[in-house]
């Protein structure tokens, strides 16, 4: 398996199973921090051996060493193709999402790189805009000509390319005047100087403001103070764990699912689905213990004051939670619930889990699965 695949597609079509059991995809989610709804997936390698599981970039530093380095990554390539494929057939028809892959560097030092993407994605019948080009930013600085010639060969069969791991200074140096992209992944150190310096958010601001199709990924926000320092800034995403963890290829399903549906806008929906959780919860910590981890789980927004989701139900049913909300309102009640869940997993193991068994209505269930997609799920 020394050769290219390029011209081989049954190769990768017979390997697939073999994959599957040594390999298996977790996903990132990335959010949009101004409209907070789910914008992309970021596909992460993870290897299976013995039962133990080693994540990226482990996986990704073991193939770049591995004498079946262009053949794996060949592979590798095509599963995470075929994902999307699935979720583009089944869930989400022309909603605009895609699945972002950071092919190891030299694979894209191939020449035929760009060849053998674009037969995958005709193999699969895949559309381009549904996949995102992840390119280090030190690979393109050292292989500067070359790099150049990929990304317009990539952006020209309609793929996005995202540069990555980019040092905030160099972004606002204006380098990538000279390349074709508009998406630009920082470091975590990058990240770390945008969420703490003032100057630095007002320069990344007026470079925003002037080339509104760009963006910018975060892959560190730690609390929501630093949330709510860079909120007010545009075309900002989330690759971070404070929204979600990584995710398994079924977790990631759920977790689309919920966002191609119509979110729910009453607040009496999230209020019941929060009760909900607290009467599970329960049975296992007690009321009292309920009671208190809503409190300090509770976000710190004063509109959140007055809501107390651990009433009995029947005296939910008043005008106080019949308002419609807005985006940022129901994503401060969805923090609420994941940051509760993830209270009660610290003493209930395995807390979603406890939810499945528990006898709820089908209501309830469709409920809690566009509130908490991420409880229903392995």
């Not at 695949?5 to 990335?30: C, D, G, H, R």
């Not at 990344?204 to 860079?230: G, Y």
Request: overall charge positive; aromatic content about 10%; hydrophobic content about 40%.
């Amino acid at each position: 398996m020394s050769h290219s695949t390029i011209n081989n597609s049954s190769w990768l079509q017979a390997e697939s199973a073999y994959f599957k059991q040594e390999f298996q995809f977790y996903y990132q989610p990335v959010f949009s921090l101004r409209s907070l709804r789910l914008h992309s997936l970021k596909a992460l390698l993870c290897w299976q051996t013995d039962r133990a599981q080693i994540y990226a970039p482990s996986t990704i530093n073991i193939v770049e060493e591995s004498q079946l380095e262009i053949p794996l990554c060949e592979l590798i390539f095509y599963e995470a193709c075929k994902q999307i494929k699935l979720w583009q057939l089944y869930h989400l028809a022309s909603v605009p999402f895609q699945l972002s892959i950071n092919p190891p560097s030299k694979q894209l030092c191939q020449t035929n790189f760009h060849l053998f993407a674009e037969k995958t994605l005709g193999m699969l019948s895949l559309r381009p805009d549904y996949l995102q080009i992840e390119i280090p930013v030190e690979w393109i600085l050292q292989n500067s000509s070359a790099a150049k010639t990929l990304i317009v060969q990539l952006t020209k069969m309609g793929v996005s390319v995202c540069i990555d791991n980019l040092e905030l200074p160099f972004l606002l140096s204006g380098f990538w005047k000279s390349l074709p992209v508009r998406i630009f992944k920082l470091s975590k150190n990058g990240a770390r100087l945008l969420l703490t310096d003032l100057d630095f958010q007002n320069n990344l601001n007026e470079i925003l403001l002037a080339r509104k199709t760009f963006e910018v990924i975060v892959p560190v926000i730690e609390n929501e103070i630093q949330l709510d320092s860079i909120r007010k800034l545009d075309h900002l995403d989330d690759q971070s764990s404070f929204f979600s963890q990584s995710l398994s290829s079924r977790q990631a399903t759920e977790l689309i699912c919920s966002h191609v549906r119509q979110q729910p806008k009453d607040l009496l929906a999230y209020v019941l689905g929060m009760n909900i959780l607290s009467q599970v919860a329960e049975h296992c910590l007690g009321k009292a213990t309920v009671i208190r981890y809503w409190k300090v789980t509770r976000p710190r927004k004063p509109w959140l004051a007055l809501i107390e989701p651990y009433q009995k139900r029947q005296a939910l049913f008043n005008s106080r939670h019949s308002s419609k909300l807005g985006i940022d309102k129901q994503q401060d009640l969805r923090q609420w619930m994941h940051q509760f869940t993830q209270h009660c997993s610290l003493i209930i193991k395995d807390f979603h889990y406890l939810l499945i068994q528990t006898k709820l209505t089908t209501v309830e269930r469709r409920l809690l699965r566009v509130l908490c997609p991420n409880l229903f799920s392995e």
